[in-house]
T-cell receptor
């Protein structure tokens, strides 16, 4: 079974731009969670989607948003990019959000100049 | 407020010996715990998990122990191999309280296994 895939793997943007990252979960997995990893803050939860509904949200500004499609694929969007948004963005999928193991994709490395 | 803490930033062990990685948590609502292994610029790889109703779970060379009264868990790797060298993250979730899909991670411990 194919793992979680994320595209693109690397991205360079400038301040003020917006970006969209994509995540395809493991086949059959319906829950998708997003995380941001930075050297200073570690791995931080952004949000979680299940059946196209955002069910949980971390402590990030409204510039960070996401959605999930009927095939469980998910996208996250960051608008008005800031230098501090430079990070590794990770997507994880699980069969369901209730106590199930999350499997991570390789991540998208975003650099904001 | 760091709810999951890995107090040892690094650990070095000799090949063939036991590696013990520790993790402490503060939130008594956590009911599911996981360990992940991570290489730079890659996503975390799931290793092993444990539910709060258990105190031990084994999978091959990996064993996780949970001490709920002390709010402490540990990952034992026996025997350690050079390929185990990576950053290890402890993570916790509070599914029973409705906090679905959210893992809280520790800051990680870098394990180096010397040949």
């Amino acid at each position: 079974k194919a793992g979680v895939t994320q595209t693109p793997r690397y991205l360079i943007k400038t301040r003020g731009q917006q970006v969209t990252l994509s995540c395809s979960p493991i086949s059959g997995h319906r829950s998708v969670s997003w995380y941001q990893q930075t050297p200073g803050q570690g791995l931080q939860f952004l949000f979680e989607y299940f059946s196209e509904t955002q069910r949980n949200k971390g402590n990030f500004p409204g510039r960070f948003s996401g959605r999930q499609f009927s095939n469980s694929r998910s996208e996250m969007n960051v608008s008005t990019l800031e230098l501090g948004d430079s990070a590794l963005y990770l997507c994880a999928s699980s069969l369901n959000p209730a106590g199930d193991t999350q499997y991570f994709g390789p991540g998208t490395r975003l650099t904001v100049l | 407020d760091q709810q999951v803490k890995q107090n040892s930033p690094s650990l070095s062990v000799q090949e063939g010996r036991i590696s013990i990685l520790n993790c402490d948590y503060t939130n008594s609502m956590f009911d599911y715990f996981l360990w992940y292994k991570k290489y730079p610029a890659e996503g975390p790889t799931f290793l092993i998990s444990i539910s709060s109703i258990k105190d031990k779970n084994e999978d091959g060379r990996f064993t996780v122990f949970l001490n709920k009264s002390a709010k402490h868990l540990s990952l034992h790797i026996v025997p350690s191999q050079p390929g185990d060298s990576a950053v290890y993250f402890c993570a916790a979730s509070a599914v029973g309280s409705g906090n679905t899909g959210k893992l809280i991670f520790g800051q990680g411990t870098t394990l180096q296994v010397k040949p």
